[in-house]
C-alpha cells in the first residue's frame, strides 16, 4: 500500500493523469496515510476488496469512509463471486455505504458490478452512485446494459476501459456501439469525470 500510494503520488507531475491511492483496513495508521495523501495532492482512492482481502461491509471501514466524506472521491471494484452476500463486494454493500455517508462521491466499477448487474438497479436507484464501463461490455447482456442505461441519470456514467486489458479506443467502439450512442451522448460519457472535482 504505502509505495503504491508513494508512486501515485510521483504520478501528479504527468500532464492529463489524476491518480488515486489506496488504503486497508487492516493497517494501523490509516487515518495519518489519508491525511498524507490529502497534503499530498491525492483527491481519489482506490478499493478492490476482493484482491486486498477484506469485505467491503467490514466495520473497520466505516470511520475510513467517515474521514473521506466531502473529501474524496472512492473508486471500487464491485462483483464477481455469487451470491451477492458471500462476495467482498456487490452493490448492496456500495449502496449502504452511499445511504450512511451521502456526501461520499462514489464509483462503483464495472457497470455498478461485474457479474451483479440483476442487482445495480435494485440497490443503487435513487443514488448518487457512479458507473463506469471498464471491463464489462464483453459480458453484461444486452437486457441489462439497456436497462441500467435507460434508468439512471446520464450524468452517472464514466466512461473506463481497465487499460491494458482493454484497448481505450477499442472499448469507445464497443460503448457507442453497444448502446446505440450518438456522438453527443457518447461525449457526454466521456467527459462525464470533468465533473467530479478531482483536480
Known amino acids: 500500500m504505502i509505495p503504491a500510494n508513494r508512486w501515485a503520488i510521483s504520478l ?6 489524476i491518480p488515486f491511492g ?4 487492516g493497517y494501523a495508521k490509516m487515518s495519518e496515510e489519508l491525511a498524507f495523501l490529502y497534503d499530498h495532492g491525492i483527491r481519489g482512492i482506490k478499493l478492490h476488496p476482493d484482491f486486498q482481502g477484506f469485505r467491503l ?19 471500487v471494484h464491485i ?4 451470491p451477492p452476500q458471500q462476495n467482498p463486494s456487490c452493490p448492496f454493500k456500495i449502496a449502504a455505504i452511499k445511504k450512511r455517508f451521502p456526501g461520499l462521491q462514489i464509483i462503483a466499477a464495472h457497470f455498478g458490478g461485474y457479474r451483479h448487474w440483476q442487482y445495480v438497479l435494485e440497490a443503487m436507484q ?6 463506469d464501463t471498464s471491463s464489462c ?7 441489462l446494459l439497456q436497462q441500467i442505461y435507460r434508468s439512471l441519470p446520464k450524468h452517472l ?17 464497443r460503448l457507442q456501439y453497444r448502446l446505440h450512442l450518438s456522438d453527443r451522448e457518447l461525449e457526454t ?3 462525464n469525470a470533468n465533473n467530479l472535482g478531482l483536480c
Open 137 to 143: 461490455l464483453f459480458a453484461i447482456p444486452e437486457n
Open 189 to 191: 460519457i466521456l467527459t
Open 157 to 173: 456514467f464514466l466512461f473506463g476501459s481497465d487499460y491494458p486489458l482493454f484497448d481505450a479506443s477499442a472499448e469507445m467502439a
Open 79 to 82: 462483483g464477481d463471486l455469487l
Open 22 to 25: 489506496t488504503l486497508h483496513p
Open 126 to 131: 435513487g443514488l448518487e452512485i457512479y458507473l
Open 57 to 75: 461491509d467490514a466495520p473497520e471501514l466505516l470511520r475510513l469512509f467517515a474521514a473521506m466524506e466531502g473529501k474524496f472521491t472512492i473508486m
Open 12 to 17: 501528479q507531475k504527468l500532464a492529463g493523469v
